[in-house]
């Protein structure tokens, strides 16, 4: 009796690999994928940074509403508290309802709450939609770091996940001064450009596969892309969790204090200011390149990494002039650019298929949070010390007690295994 031949699927099916496939990692459709996980990756930088150079103007605009002043701040900084606090719901709804619905539907959510202000003439429902903009980020960023972890895996997976670091602190740059060109004509210009996630929705609907068990690409290590079904590890992920929050703090005090800090060495010039900062945002673009290039599991790396942004750190508390800052905001950079992905793809190698949205959203939740209290955790230390410089002086000496601990954990670790191998 012939083997009956299954119908082939209706036109409006998503794009399911049969179990056992491989995704390709050369191609047009291959590069099409990357593309749209980094773009979308790029949303929750742009929605941090965008309005940044149009905050005067928006205090001028509100300036006879009570508590503009911690109002208008806070348009820009709630949407990152959304974000830090709601990301880890986001990875649980993400490892029940799908990682590519939830996209789909954030990406387009993203743009209709962004592009509120455009039309909202109360502060408070402004900075309402902003925290609705937070809730969307959350789903984007996690949906997008869990498809990058479903579709590939190994040294593929490593080296997307470090693309995906480079391409945020590179958008950070462009979407602020995209920001402040477009705030030349009116605080709210800007608001518009959130609307480009709805050309990226469509694509992603059609390029980007839904994912299973058996997706991803396969493992240069031998790595498995089916595991047996367990608990939930996290206590495994809390460890991780904790440096990326700390990671966070060292990560963001160069974009968050740097003008500061060159202020206090007599520097005011905008464009001695902006140079500075682009300098070091290249150098964690990088530190993202050197992690891609690099054989072997980060983990082991992690003491030196840490030492290297203590090392910068440390340069820009002794720093007496522009150009020593400046290397030191290098140095930190540089680490900081090995640090994020390091970081990540640590986690990603403790997690499922079946928990990895629930994983990455906890390990975003955990790198927002740490953006968030960055400049409230400095500013508290600079009261306590006198400086700035001190402030960040101190967190470098944190930096190298963590990279201490870790050496000797490490250590540890590789002398209680020694035995066991013999």
């Known amino acids: 009796m012939p083997a009956s031949v299954p119908p082939p699927p209706p036109a409006y099916a998503e794009p399911v690999p049969p179990p056992g496939v491989i995704l390709p990692t050369s191609g047009a459709a291959h590069r099409l994928r990357v593309a749209l996980l980094m773009a979308g990756s790029c949303l929750p930088i742009l929605g941090a940074v965008l309005i940044a150079p149009v905050l005067p103007k928006m205090q001028d605009h509100f300036a006879d509403v009570p508590g503009a002043g911690a109002l208008v701040p806070m348009a820009l900084t709630v949407p990152a508290l959304a974000l830090g606090l709601l990301a880890p719901f986001a990875g649980v709804i993400v490892d029940r309802l799908g990682r590519k619905r939830l996209l789909i539907v954030a990406t387009v959510l993203y743009a209709i709450f962004g592009t509120a202000p455009l039309w909202l003439e109360s502060l408070g429902a402004i900075v309402a939609s902003r925290a609705l903009v937070g809730i969307t980020e959350a789903a984007i960023m996690t949906c997008c770091t869990t498809l990058i972890g479903d579709y590939y895996s190994g040294r593929v997976r490593d080296r997307y996940l470090a693309l995906q670091t480079m391409c945020a602190s590179a958008s950070a740059t462009a979407f602020f001064v995209i920001g402040g060109a477009a705030g030349s004509a009116g605080w709210r210009t800007p608001f518009w450009i959130y609307a480009v996630s709805l050309l990226i929705a469509p694509l992603m609907a059609i390029v980007l596969p839904k994912p299973t068990a058996a997706t991803g690409a396969a493992a240069e290590d031998g790595e498995s892309t089916v595991a047996p079904k367990r608990s939930f590890p996290f206590r495994q992920l809390a460890g991780i969790c904790g440096l990326t929050v700390f990671g966070a703090l060292v990560f963001y005090t160069v974009p968050v204090e740097m003008s500061y800090l060159l202020d206090d060495l007599g520097v005011t010039a905008t464009s001695v200011i902006g140079l500075a900062t682009a300098i070091a945002s290249a150098a964690t673009v990088a530190g993202a390149i050197t992690f891609a290039k690099l054989r072997g599991a980060p983990g082991p790396r992690l003491p030196l990494v840490f030492a290297l942004c203590a090392a910068g750190l440390a340069v820009m508390w002794l720093a007496d002039s522009a150009p020593l800052l400046i290397v030191g905001a290098v140095l930190n950079c540089l680490g900081t650019g090995l640090l994020l992905p390091s970081l990540l793809t640590i986690a990603m190698s403790r997690l499922d298929f079946a928990d990895r949205g629930r994983g990455t959203g906890l390990w975003t939740a955990s790198f927002f949070i740490g953006q968030f209290i960055c400049p409230l955790v400095l500013i508290a230390v600079e009261s306590a010390l006198g400086t700035l410089a001190a402030a960040v002086g101190l967190l ?25 191998s013999q």
């Open 396 to 420: 470098g000496l944190a930096s190298a007690v963590v990279a201490a601990g870790l050496f000797l954990t490490a250590r540890r670790s590789a002398a209680a295994v020694a035995p066991l």
